[in-house]
């Protein structure tokens, strides 16, 4: 492929962005996520404006990056240090940018819901529930927030060169004759999101070069490059490069994402991505950085494939959906959310494996204490009598207290519970069931309205899992009527 800027150089580049810019007031917003593309976006974004005369630059450019939280340790402490060396960087140059990193909400991160609801780590794209609450949602938000005063220009450094499925879908979007797009579904009350991609058609040799070389007649990728370079806001440009030759394959960063379609080809596939990804049956990146000589990372590949292990066991899955519905396929009952038991193991094993993560990396929590007292909630609301399994599974694992446990008791005493645990068990009733039909009991007692209650019992003990029986008798016997009517 020829070189995007064998006919073409940084200088027209910029002065088309230069143009974009003062076209109107509308904010910028830089999906930054730390690796080259996103890089080499906000290398010739600051070009542009250092470019400009100070009373010209008069409109401010955000720059968001998304921290999953199940960040690869090596790439958050990289991507934290840029974010605070693109804000000193701005600072000292007297330009408009502001650098943040968004998360997703505690009671909706990646623990919260695998351990906290059960929900199954993602296998597959057509099940990848992480990505659109880890990653598009926080964006989102941080991007509407925004759309509520304004319309505003996103800027995504995706390129036609990543992929062929990335060009159609770019190609698609694209209105002949303009540089900025609307976006498919970003928009407020009546405010628009427009979408700006100056780098869509750099080759990834453009990329490194617009990231190593200084000068604006760039030259092919390939030559003798001589000393370190360094970016923009003052990183070390081989320090990204060396990242991406430390692991196996040639895939890219995981993107800066706004929408659903966006992630298809990126998400689990990728070099700056999650380090419990488990939508790929090998993780690239994880186990390069281990072979490079990382074996600090090692802990956290033994979890992962643990997990992946535990994670298809019959007696580590509930029978039915959390709303209590049966999936069949083919015949066959698929699947549920992790067990109870199941969520309370992976919790301690996460617990035991962040402990030896922080030998070498002090302040890394793999799951925050925020998570933690989320799934705390979740798990008194939906099944733990207790209200204390989270509390000594972590006194268990770590020795400390966390800073909320002084302030709970449990719902019932350990007589009470005895005795629940035993007549379950004599009866043969769900444990399951009947824990939840005594938490709800007891959160709608003291309403003088008892409607709440009754809605709420009614819910739980009509979920299709407790009348399979019933229901698989039904459906036999139609099909032996329907049998009988067509002979």
């Given amino acids: ?11 027209n580049l910029l002065d088309e962005m230069e143009a974009v810019y003062l076209n109107d007031k509308r904010p910028w917003i830089l999906g930054y996520s730390g690796g080259k593309d996103s890089s080499a976006t906000l290398q010739v974004t600051f070009k542009m404006l250092e470019r400009l ?24 402490e990289y991507l934290k240090d840029n974010i605070d060396k693109i804000n000193k960087s701005a600072k000292e140059l007297d330009l408009p940018i502001v650098a943040q990193i968004v998360y997703p909400e505690v009671n909706n991160s990646f623990w919260a819901n695998v351990i906290g609801r059960g929900y199954p780590t993602p296998k597959s794209i057509q099940y990848r529930w992480c990505t659109e609450r880890l990653k598009i949602r926080p964006s989102n938000k941080f991007i509407k927030e925004k759309l509520e005063y304004e319309d505003v220009v996103v800027l995504l450094g995706v390129r036609k060169d990543e992929s062929s499925a990335r060009k159609a879908r770019i190609e698609k979007r694209e209105i002949e004759g303009y540089l900025l797009t609307p976006h498919e579904t970003l928009r407020g009350k009546d405010k628009l999101a427009y979408v700006y991609t ?46 991406y030759t430390k692991g196996s394959g040639d895939s890219g960063e995981c993107p800066f994402i706004a929408d659903e379609s966006s992630a298809k080809s990126s998400c689990g596939n990728s070099r700056f991505g999650c380090w419990i990804c488990t939508v790929v049956k090998e993780d690239k990146s994880l186990n390069g950085f281990i072979q490079s000589g990382h074996k600090e990372l090692l802990p956290l590949l033994e979890f992962r494939t643990w997990l992946l292990g535990e994670r298809d ?46 030998k070498f990396y002090p302040d890394l929590e793999l799951i925050t204490l925020g998570e933690l007292k989320a799934i705390d909630e979740i798990w008194d609301d939906e099944e733990d009598l207790t209200s204390t399994t989270l509390l000594n599974i972590y006194k268990e694992v770590t020795g400390k207290d966390l800073p909320w446990s002084e302030y709970k008791s449990p719902v019932f005493d350990s007589n009470t519970l005895d005795i629940i645990s035993k007549k379950c068990a004599g009866y043969n009733i769900n444990s399951d069931l009947f824990n939840k039909l005594i938490i709800d009991t007891n959160k709608y007692k003291h309403f003088s309205n008892n409607t709440k209650l009754k809605t709420a019992v009614s819910k739980i003990l009509n979920q299709q899992w407790l009348h399979q029986d019933i229901i698989e008798k039904i459906e036999e016997e139609s099909n032996k009527e329907l049998e009988n009517e067509n002979k």
């Fill in 313 to 358: 066991k019959p007696e580590n899955r509930k029978k039915h959906k959390r709303n209590g519905a049966v999936v069949k396929r083919d015949g066959k009952i698929m699947f549920g959310p992790f067990t109870f038991e199941a969520r309370q193991m992976i919790l301690r094993k996460l617990l035991k494996t962040q402990l030896e993560m922080q």
């Fill in 1 to 11: 492929m020829a070189n995007y800027f064998d006919s073409y150089t940084l200088d």
């Fill in 198 to 243: 100056p780098i869509v058609d750099f080759t990834t040799a453009d990329v490194w070069s617009v990231l190593y070389h200084n000068n604006n007649n760039l030259i092919d990728f390939g030559g003798d490059w001589g000393p370190s370079p360094a970016t923009a806001w003052g990183t070390d440009a081989m320090e990204l490069f060396e990242m």
């Fill in 53 to 76: 005369p100070k009373e010209k630059r008069n409109k401010p450019i955000y720059v968001v990056s998304s921290d999953t939280l199940i960040e690869n340790p090596i790439i958050l």
